[in-house]
Structures are given as structure tokens and as C-alpha cells.
């Protein structure tokens, strides 16, 4: 079997929940007034926000999602690890002193600073509502993918305890126990994803046989009839006999020299090996019956490692080798996504504003940027260090690394796994200080005409937190089986469609208008969650419909939309009258 409960993983993971709940109740004095439960009240050290940056942002996409990306399908999901990194250089040459001199707790401080507009304020407040949303999705998705195996409980209810503990942590005490969790579990994350990386270069690689029962190229089956009743190669599911369970995969079929065994690996000797060698990877394909049967088939087959160490293996980057101009540009409009989507993301924004000034704000930029640069490249050791494991779910790529772990030691799987808990954890709870801070903070306040009290302001964002942590939940469960590193590229997107332009004009062109700030950030919004809900890969993944009926041509809007969205603000800004700085407390239409 490859799963089974996992009594250490179990007790480790209830250690890591008890003590951020715990925490979180021993911090949450420090929660009473709207800047400390927002933004922590501004006495974060630079270095803590540093690594809670790297906390923040190294969420279940970067964990499981580019692990399980790289251990499919090979070098192409560390194309993504690229483009989250490379974002990092707008916010730290563009974005992080400004951005903090600007504002107090929220995105919509810093775009509204020199107007005091209401539209402004209602307009931001949504994206950042629509973005937190969907950076949650896949936040939920890893969330139930853990629970799954630690604790033996089906996905539906992992997702809804996950979401349970994180509306507990933010509703108690906001931001400063949000960032706690964040350092916690980013510094855990670096630390264990080093010494995961430093065993799999000490195991090598070896080529695997095949067991009395079976071949490691044997294609592996999947029924799922219409009321839920699983079999797994022909058999019931979890029969004890080991014939209804899955078989782990992961296997070399061929070492250079023709030897079983590679030894340890330097670390650069570790691709030179692979590249040398055969690896097994799979494809799935699936068919559904009249009655509503559905049947997956993986197929094994064998690949030279020097082409899984290539660009264009993953489906989505398959026509970069080719002259499928589509599939280029889909692939361009990801890469800017993820470029321009960094700086512009809600839950990275307001960590600017939980230290005490510019200079902090740009020191902590730089300990975000080395702490998360040197934990993206470890993603593509254990990455390819599962694709060799013999331990990987052939239908949940989600799960590579915490089973590489286990294919080390029950301890490290259950370490491995609690740490991935609390990178959700930390991610989920400060976009959900994010989502409350808006509704509390901007749209309260468009909404009543008036600025709201302090108190209210909390009671307000800590009820906003619970109806965004509800929505996180429900939507994790829907989105259960899609990659969470692809369902993150869709946030970037949106963020990088809707608020980047805005960010950018209002830092750097004093001509722009209220007007124009407004159109952008709706506009972006809505172009950018229109093509997405009309791509072929929602139609395939989501609304199971074939995809070739999708309306757009490609499935990532930010070419079109980020430009599009530069676009009409400087028309509108163009077509509105100039105007002066806004005086504090008159707010405008």
C-alpha cells in the first residue's frame, strides 16, 4: 500500500496544531486595535518578516505543487520556481519602500493615498478578495491531500478541519500570530527540505526489478462507478491483499555503465547521472462509460533522462519544442503572470506593513528573496529525487515529497508532512488577513460613508474571516484533483492583471486619476477571471467539457490581460481631468 495511518505523523501533526493554536491564543493580545490585527501594529523585526515573507510565499504550490510538477513530468515545473523567484526583483526595486511609505494595513492604502476615492477603495477591496479566493483554492486542495494519509480521514473532511484551525489562529489573534506562524514554518520548511536534498543526494539512484506479483511497466487501472464504488486494478479497493491497492511508482530502468546501483551523488553529478540515464514515468487516460462508469489508465513508459531534463514535457509546455504558436503564447503568458503577479499579490503586499520603516521593508525583501531562492532550487532535487523514489501515487502528484520522505523513514514522512501543514496553515491565514483587512478596512468604510472605530474594525475583519475561510473550504473541496502549483498560476494571473498596473501608474506617473486607477483594477479583474472561467482547461478539469469548445485561444490571460489593463488606465487617466492630491478625510466618487 502507499498509504496507510501513520501513527508518528499523526503525533507530530498534532504537536505543530496544538502549539499554533496555542500561539496564537498567547499573541492575541496584541490583536485589539485594527493596526494589530491587521498589520501587527508595525513591531515585526526585519529579519522575522524576512522569513515570514519566504513562510508566506513558499505555500502548498511551491511545496507539493512544484515537487509533484517536477516528479511527473521533469524540468518543466521548475520553469514555475523560476517565475515566482524572478518576481521578487519588482517587489524589491519597485514595490517594497514605496508601497510602505504609502500605506497603513492594506493595498488599497497605498493606491488611494494621494485621492481618498471611494471608487478606488471599492474597486481594490474586490480584487484583493478575488485573488485571495483563488490563492486559497489550491491552499485548501494541499490541505486535504495531507489530511488524506496522516490521518486516514477522506479529502472533503481534511479540508474542512485545515479550515477550521486557520479561521481559529486568524479570529484570535490576527496578523501577529499569522507572521509567527509564517517565520515557524518557513525556517522549518528551508531547514528539512535541506536535509531531504542531502539524503536523496547520499541514496543515488538504483534500478529497480520487478516483484513476484508484478511488472514496474505494467499499466495500472482505475474504476470509479457512477455511485463512488472504487477499483483499483481490478479489484476492490483496500482488500488487504495488496492486489485493489495502488503500486508505487517512481523507478530507473537504466544507469549508465549498466550498473544497478549509482552510489552518492555530488550535487551536480546528480543530473549529469540522470541525464545518462532511463527513467519510468506515466500517462494517464480516461473514458467514461454509457452508465457513468469512469476508468483511468496509467501507462508506464520508459524515457531517456536527458530529454525529462528539457523544457516541454508537461502538456501544458509540450509545444514549446514544436511550432505550436498557442502553446507558446500560453506559455509567455504564464511566465509574465508569474513575473508581474509577485508584487501584486494581496497577502505579500500587507507584510510590507508589519515593520516599522522603508529601510526595514527592503532588508526584509532581500532575506525573503535568499531564503526563497535557495529553497527553489532545492524543489528540483526532490522533485527529480521522487521521480526515482519507487514511492510516488500515480493519481495525485500532490503527494511527491512527503512520499519521497516516507521512502526514507516513517519520522521524516511525518515531520515532512506536519511542516507541509503549516505552510498551508501560514498561507491560508494571511490571505484570509488579507480578505478581512479589505471588507474591514475599505469596503466597510465606502459602505457606512464614514470611517469606522477601531473595535468594529476587528469584529468586522474577524467575521469576514470566517465567511472567507467557509468559502476556502467549499472550494477546496471542488477543486480536488487539479495540480495546486497550476490552480496557483490562475491567482497570479488575476493579481497580476488587477493590481500591478494600478501599483506601478500611481507610483510613477503623476497623471493618473482616480478614474483611470478604478477602470484598471476592475477591468484586469474581470478580463482576466472571464478568460480563465472560458478556458480550455477549466472546461477540461472543472466543467468536464471538451476543451476544444473553450471560447479563448490559450488558457493563461496575462498576455492580453496585464497589458490591457496598462491600456485603459491611460486612457481613462487621459480622458478624466488632472488632478491635485486629495486631503486626508474628503473622500471622493
Known sequence: MIYERNISAVVVFGVIVLFTVGLSFYLGAKAKSASGFFAAGGTIPWYVNGVAFAGDYLSAASFLGICGMIAFHGYDGFLYSIGYLAGWIVALFVVAEPLKRMGRFTFADALDSRFNSKGIKTAVALSTLAVSIFYLIPQMVGAGVLVTPLLGLPHAAGVVLVGAIVILIVVTAGMVSTTYVQFLKGALLVVFSTLLTVMILARGF??????????????????????????????????????????????????????????????????????????????????????????????????????????????????????????????????????????????????????????????????????????????????????????????????????????????????????????????????????????????????????????????????????????????????????????VGWAFSVAASANLPALVMVLFWKRCTRYGITASVLVGMITSLGWILLSGDTFKNVYNIDPDLAPVPFSQPGLVTIPLSFLVLVVVSLMTPAETEQAPGKPSK
Open 206 to 487: 538504483e534500478v529497480a526489478a520487478n516483484s513476484d506479483k508484478s511488472s514496474i511497466l505494467e499499466p495500472q487501472t482505475v474504476t470509479v462507478a457512477a455511485d463512488g464504488t472504487k477499483t483499483v486494478n481490478g479489484k476492490p479497493q483496500g482488500t488487504g491483499s495488496g492486489e485493489g491497492d495502488l503500486r508505487p511508482i517512481g523507478h530507473v530502468s537504466k544507469l549508465p555503465g549498466g550498473v544497478q546501483k549509482s552510489g552518492p551523488q555530488g550535487p551536480f553529478q546528480f543530473f549529469r547521472t540522470l541525464s545518462e540515464s532511463e527513467v519510468v514515468v506515466w500517462k494517464s487516460s480516461k473514458s467514461t462509460a454509457p452508465d457513468g462508469v469512469v476508468t483511468t489508465t496509467y501507462n508506464p513508459e520508459t524515457r531517456p533522462g536527458s530529454e525529462l531534463l528539457r523544457a516541454g514535457n508537461h502538456p501544458n509546455f509540450r509545444g514549446l519544442r514544436g511550432d505550436n504558436f498557442t502553446t507558446k503564447l500560453n506559455f509567455l503568458s504564464l511566465m509574465l503572470a508569474l513575473f508581474c503577479g509577485t508584487a501584486s499579490l494581496p497577502h505579500i503586499l500587507i507584510r510590507y506593513y508589519t515593520v516599522k520603516d522603508q529601510a526595514s521593508a527592503r532588508k526584509s525583501t532581500i532575506v525573503g528573496i535568499a531564503t526563497i531562492g535557495f529553497f527553489y532550487v532545492l524543489t528540483l532535487y526532490m522533485g527529480l529525487g521522487a521521480m526515482t523514489s519507487g514511492a510516488m501515487d500515480v493519481t495525485n502528484s500532490n503527494m511527491a515529497a512527503p512520499l519521497l520522505a516516507k521512502s526514507f523513514s516513517n519520522w521524516l514522512f511525518a515531520i515532512i508532512s506536519a511542516i507541509a501543514f503549516t505552510t498551508v496553515l501560514g498561507t491560508v491565514s494571511g490571505l484570509i488577513i488579507a480578505s478581512s483587512g479589505a471588507v474591514a478596512h475599505d469596503l466597510m468604510g465606502v459602505v457606512y460613508g464614514k470611517e469606522i472605530n477601531e473595535d468594529s474594525k476587528v469584529r468586522i475583519g474577524k467575521i469576514a474571516s470566517v465567511v472567507v475561510g467557509a468559502a476556502a473550504i467549499i472550494l477546496g473541496i471542488l477543486f480536488e484533483k487539479m495540480n495546486v502549483s497550476y490552480l
